[in-house]
């Protein structure tokens, strides 16, 4: 296919990026520690860390892993929320030529089991928050070592020891657990330090990341990501955003803020956040918990940040919150968006209370998370993610593999140097969603128009067929959204023995008085027949992935279909991780 994207690029972003600029990204990582060293490359409650305090860290972190016999290519699990101690532990993960494993704290023990086991971990750094999970499967793992750390670790003596009587005594979040032999995080810092770094040789090929998949639909598999994809994914991001990044704040010229709300662990995190942050030098505001919007809001008081990367829901939570207005947003530039897709109403109220307009984009763990973006300060919000990135080349496919014509509508396929190596340890998997020419099939459907621009329909799992009609979730949600006293919304297929497949929606109610029968009417005058939900389900919340994306699976394993009969539950659903 023709690049036509290519003839409607914004001004100043070059088409291509060069990553042999670097050989490995641990050049990458020791060039932005030692360039910024003097700004502050993290804040949190009310402390703040400079690239050369994590630069002096994180060699320790990585001296002391291979004083423990750990070696180059060994993978070395990281369980820690935002919180500066994770950026110690990756950079020395990876200076010390080891491969990082980025896990999600929230996951249950047999999510957690799976995980560990898969990847062959031989070490885990892990928040005790979350270390009885450890516990209940580390003797089926080859987990060896154990590094414990604790919300106050960094903080200093005295505020991290309030810190941590906070958290164990009086909120209780530290469940009991035992895990002997294992090491706090600050004694393997003192450790490390009494050893000598060796610093590791890497070539572009060697592999940086193990970045499991959400797992939203099927088992969670980890995505082979390579130091050349690593460095692809930064390079790309820093060439896109050229035009804002030629204009430094008025308030800081010399450094960007980032608000760190996405979980770093996060593909879409751990690339904007944390290593597109150590490549400009920026500050990051780390935010540990973002489902607590009380504390997001008191962690952004009395700060003036740029760059706003999020998901819907936490925007749509953050404008709507009574404590919007505690923070100062007049120096916010950019609010980017991703992870799922950005609802009108959110982007417009967004707009509202901030002035700024969401630039939505689209990536995947196994794109190291750039894909596609709009220009990095779009006019206005268009539904789209985007055109594709530079040096990216995106397709339409249909089920032959055949490219489609521009304007139709198939499968979302991308060739470009973020592109993942395969799925660990499971060629029968990469076989499924690679073509014999380099394009991974990513199971979104989608459409380009004819300047390049792309806007996703669906997953490609998740369509319905409803009496030979394609339909598809997301389109139905969106119109669903816009209805007054709607406050989210998430729709699934369900066994219909006249059509087939149904629609069944589920709403979270803005307004309590709002009806079934209300809805009904809505839907009568916004969708066409078969697109209409046969059942409606009114529920308290939606399962949904740690960055906020509705659960379908959740939804079709937690509820029980209703008889034909019904046309109406009263539920709640417990939220999922």
């Given at each position: 296919m023709d690049q036509i994207w290519l003839k409607?690029?914004?001004?100043g972003v070059n088409a291509t990026i060069d990553t042999s600029v670097y050989q490995s990204l641990l050049e990458l990582v020791d060039e932005g520690l030692a360039q910024h060293a003097d700004k502050i490359a993290f804040r949190l409650m009310g402390c703040a860390w400079t690239f050369a305090q994590i630069d002096e860290a994180s060699r320790r972190m990585g001296a002391y892993l291979q004083s423990q016999g750990l070696n180059r290519g060994d993978r070395v699990a990281v369980m820690l929320p935002n919180v500066p101690q994770y950026a110690v532990a990756v950079f020395g993960i990876l200076r010390a030529g080891m491969v990082v494993v980025s896990v999600n704290p929230s996951y249950t023990a047999p999510e957690l089991g799976h995980q560990l086991q898969d990847s062959g971990c031989a070490a885990i750094v892990v928040l005790e928050n979350f270390a009885c999970t450890l516990q209940a499967v580390i003797s089926r793992t080859q987990v060896r070592h154990v590094v414990l750390a604790t919300m106050g670790d960094m903080l200093g003596q005295v505020k991290g020891c309030l810190v941590n009587h906070l958290v164990r005594k009086v909120r209780k979040q530290v469940p009991a657990f035992d895990l002997p032999?294992?090491?706090g995080f600050n004694k393997a810092l003192e450790l490390g330090g009494a050893h000598t770094f060796q610093h590791a040789k890497l070539g572009p090929d060697d592999l940086a990341v193990l970045q499991y998949t959400g797992g939203t639909t099927g088992v969670s598999k980890g995505a082979m990501l390579l130091h050349r994809n690593v460095i692809a994914s930064v390079l790309m991001a820093e060439v896109w955003n050229a035009p804002m990044l030629a204009q430094p704040p008025q308030d800081k010229p010399d450094q960007f803020t980032f608000v760190a709300a996405l979980p770093l662990y996060h593909i879409f995190g751990f690339a904007v956040n944390l290593m597109v942050g150590l490549r400009l030098g920026a500050c990051n505001i780390l935010i540990p918990n973002p489902r607590d919007l009380p504390a997001v809001f008191k962690a952004l008081e009395n700060q003036r940040f740029h760059c706003f990367p999020g998901v819907n829901t936490l925007f749509d939570g953050m404008a709507r919150h009574p404590q919007?207005?505690?923070?100062?947003?007049?120096?916010?530039?950019?609010?980017?968006g991703g992870g799922m897709a950005v609802q009108p109403t959110t982007a417009r109220l967004w707009r509202d209370k901030t002035a700024q307009v969401i630039c939505e984009g689209y990536g995947l763990s196994e794109t190291t998370a750039g894909v596609t973006c709009n220009p990095c300060r779009p006019a206005s919000f268009s539904g789209n993610i985007g055109m594709p990135l530079p040096s990216t080349e995106v397709v339409m496919l249909d089920e032959d593999g055949q490219v489609l014509r521009v304007g139709a509508i198939g499968e979302l396929a991308v060739r470009g140097p973020q592109v993942m190596a395969g799925y660990w340890q499971r060629p029968d998997e990469t076989a499924k969603v690679m073509t014999a020419d380099g394009f991974l099939r990513t199971g979104d459907i989608g459409v380009m128009d004819q300047r390049g621009y792309i806007k996703l329909i669906d997953r490609k799992k998740d369509m319905l067929n409803v009496s030979g009609f394609k339909v598809y979730p997301n389109e139905v949600e969106s119109v669903i959204a816009l209805m007054p006293g709607v406050r989210e919304c998430g729709v699934i297929g369900m066994p219909d023995a006249h059509s087939g497949e149904a629609v069944k929606l589920f709403i979270v109610r803005d307004q309590p008085d709002l009806t079934e029968q209300q809805v009904r009417d809505y839907c009568a005058q916004h969708l066409t027949g078969y697109k209409r939900p046969k059942v409606i389900v009114f529920t308290v919340k939606l399962p949904k992935t740690a960055l906020g994306k509705v659960?379908?699976?959740?939804?079709?394993?937690?509820?029980?279909?209703?008889?034909?009969?019904?046309q109406y539950e009263e539920v709640s659903l417990a939220p999922s991780a």
């Open positions: 409607h690029y914004p001004p032999g294992a090491v919007f207005h505690t923070v100062d947003w007049s120096h916010l530039r950019q609010t980017v659960l379908r699976r959740a939804l079709r394993e937690a509820i029980k279909e209703p008889s034909s009969e019904a």
